[in-house]
């Protein structure tokens, strides 16, 4: 089968065997793969992640009880054993392999082998396209999961890439007074559109009103740029991950008594009904589709011009 590699060679378009499940897997057939921030990180060797890339997708089982059905898949494969599992943090098993991130091949391939359990029925109003986002979009429901939101609160969304759009809808759903910051008028245009308010970065002045930050920048500035807008005893949310040292001064964390939150994978089952019943809005978000084996492209384009979503297709 056709596969996107990293290795030590770099990012490269192979030739691999279909794999073959073990027990408690099932192979899945790739139907699309979306390209997103932490696969570009894992190329500039955060994770020193080695293997087939890519974690959001939309597949086919070929075997098991959900066989000839559309599926999504949480990427965190997990013992359940543990216990982290026992106690319903899988998402922290210390045994976890992670779908195109840790220690397990990803979805940038014809095929991918995964945990049974991990995956989700497709709810047919939900088409191809959007199915992808279904993981980013877990990722941003686990912020009202953490934070407990409502319209009495300031909160910034730091970024208006892909995820910081993602994380901006889901946000919005509280009633909260939320402004989304970012540097691309076109990006930012599609959040507008959904009665978001918006700012460019040149525009905000740094007056310590918010109560949330939410960096979704995908830089190693991000939080200290956040920093620069909590008030006293506010909430910083962490959604970013880059590859390399980040130094940052902590003094302001202690002086103002900040609580930091990281904030990673979240639930699938909100998700894909945000998605079904048309809650969450992410058509706009795509910026291009490439066949897999352009995907050398597709991972240029995405570095090096400021895309939104671009999808594989094998």
Request: glycine fraction near 8%; charged fraction near 20%.
């Given at each position: 089968m056709r596969a996107v590699v990293l290795d030590e060679q770099g990012l490269q378009v192979v030739e691999r065997p279909i794999p073959e499940p073990v027990p408690g897997e099932v192979l899945v057939r790739v139907l699309k793969a979306g390209l997103c921030e932490t696969d570009l990180q894992l190329v500039k060797g955060y994770m020193g992640f080695r293997g087939i890339l890519g974690h959001e997708f939309v597949g086919v089982p070929e075997t098991g009880p959900l066989r000839g059905q559309r599926v999504v898949c949480e990427i965190n494969c997990v013992c359940h054993r543990?216990?982290?599992?026992?106690?319903?943090?899988?998402?922290?098993?210390?045994?976890?392999?992670?779908?195109?991130?840790?220690?397990?091949?990803?979805?940038?391939?014809?095929?991918?082998?995964?945990?049974?359990?991990?995956?989700?029925?497709?709810?047919?109003?939900?088409?191809?396209?959007?199915?992808?986002?279904?993981?980013?979009?877990?990722?941003?429901?686990?912020?009202?999961?953490?934070?407990?939101?409502?319209?009495?609160?300031?909160?910034?969304?730091?970024?208006?890439?892909?995820?910081?759009?993602?994380?901006?809808?889901?946000?919005?759903?509280?009633?909260?007074?939320?402004?989304?910051?970012?540097?691309?008028?076109?990006k930012l245009s599609l959040l507008a559109a959904l009665g978001i308010d918006t700012a460019l970065v040149g525009d905000i002045v740094a007056s310590r009103e918010a109560d949330i930050v939410v960096d979704c920048t995908g830089s190693p500035t991000g939080m200290e740029s956040a920093l620069r807008l909590l008030k006293p005893r506010g909430i910083l949310v962490l959604k970013t991950t880059v590859a390399g040292t980040q130094t940052l001064s902590l003094a302001p964390i202690v002086i103002d008594e900040f609580t930091v939150i990281g904030s990673r994978c979240g639930p699938f089952e909100p998700a894909l009904a945000a998605l079904r019943d048309h809650r969450i809005y992410v058509d706009s978000l795509i910026e291009a589709t490439y066949p897999l084996s352009d995907a050398v492209e597709a991972f240029k384009q995405a570095s090096t011009q400021p895309t939104l979503k671009l999808l594989l297709e094998p």
């Amino acid at each position: 089968m056709r596969a996107v590699v990293l290795d030590e060679q770099g990012l490269q378009v192979v030739e691999r065997p279909i794999p073959e499940p073990v027990p408690g897997e099932v192979l899945v057939r790739v139907l699309k793969a979306g390209l997103c921030e932490t696969d570009l990180q894992l190329v500039k060797g955060y994770m020193g992640f080695r293997g087939i890339l890519g974690h959001e997708f939309v597949g086919v089982p070929e075997t098991g009880p959900l066989r000839g059905q559309r599926v999504v898949c949480e990427i965190n494969c997990v013992c359940h054993r543990c216990d982290y599992c026992d106690r319903g943090l899988q998402t922290h098993c210390p045994h976890r392999t992670v779908v195109g991130i840790l220690q397990r091949d990803g979805a940038f391939a014809e095929f991918i082998s995964v945990p049974e359990r991990n995956l989700h029925p497709v709810p047919d109003r939900i088409s191809d396209n959007q199915a992808v986002f279904t993981e980013p979009l877990a990722a941003a429901f686990q912020i009202p999961a953490q934070v407990p939101l409502n319209p009495h609160q300031r909160v910034i969304v730091l970024g208006d890439g892909r995820l910081g759009n993602l994380c901006a809808q889901v946000i919005a759903q509280s009633g909260c007074r939320l402004t989304v910051v970012g540097k691309h008028s076109r990006k930012l245009s599609l959040l507008a559109a959904l009665g978001i308010d918006t700012a460019l970065v040149g525009d905000i002045v740094a007056s310590r009103e918010a109560d949330i930050v939410v960096d979704c920048t995908g830089s190693p500035t991000g939080m200290e740029s956040a920093l620069r807008l909590l008030k006293p005893r506010g909430i910083l949310v962490l959604k970013t991950t880059v590859a390399g040292t980040q130094t940052l001064s902590l003094a302001p964390i202690v002086i103002d008594e900040f609580t930091v939150i990281g904030s990673r994978c979240g639930p699938f089952e909100p998700a894909l009904a945000a998605l079904r019943d048309h809650r969450i809005y992410v058509d706009s978000l795509i910026e291009a589709t490439y066949p897999l084996s352009d995907a050398v492209e597709a991972f240029k384009q995405a570095s090096t011009q400021p895309t939104l979503k671009l999808l594989l297709e094998p």
